[in-house]
């Protein structure tokens, strides 16, 4: 099994800047690509970016290109998400995820953190 703890979740005004850590740990090395969904109250968990297991390639979604990067330090066993100039829209729980090499899918999970941007 492979456990996932987010942190550097937070309060920060729009505009601010926060950056988001993820400790694995565990069979780390049955995980490929990682990533970082959200969920904002009301709304579905989404997909907001990932890396490859060398962190060769990142995917965003459309809202947070040029805003947030995504990267991963596989000698820590950790991944990060800088998030800069953050808007109000961006508030909710972000989770971090970790892609099975066996099953394809995001099968690991964090518990989530919260992240807060007042306008």
């Known amino acids: 099994q492979v456990q996932l703890v987010e942190s550097g979740g937070g309060l920060v005004q729009a505009g601010g800047s926060l950056r988001l850590s993820c400790a694995a740990s565990g069979r780390t090395f049955s995980m490929d690509a990682m990533g970082w969904f959200r969920q904002a109250p009301g709304k579905e968990r989404e997909k907001v970016a990932t890396v490859s297991r060398r962190g060769a390639a990142a995917y965003y979604i459309d809202d947070v290109k040029g805003r947030f990067t995504i990267s991963r330090d596989n000698a820590k066993d950790t991944e990060y998400l800088q998030m800069n100039s953050l808007k109000p829209e961006d508030t909710a729980v972000y989770y971090c995820?970790?892609?099975?090499?066996?099953?394809?899918?995001?099968?690991?999970w964090g518990q989530g953190t919260q992240v807060t941007v007042s306008a």
């Open positions: 995820a970790g892609q099975s090499i066996l099953t394809g899918l995001y099968d690991y």
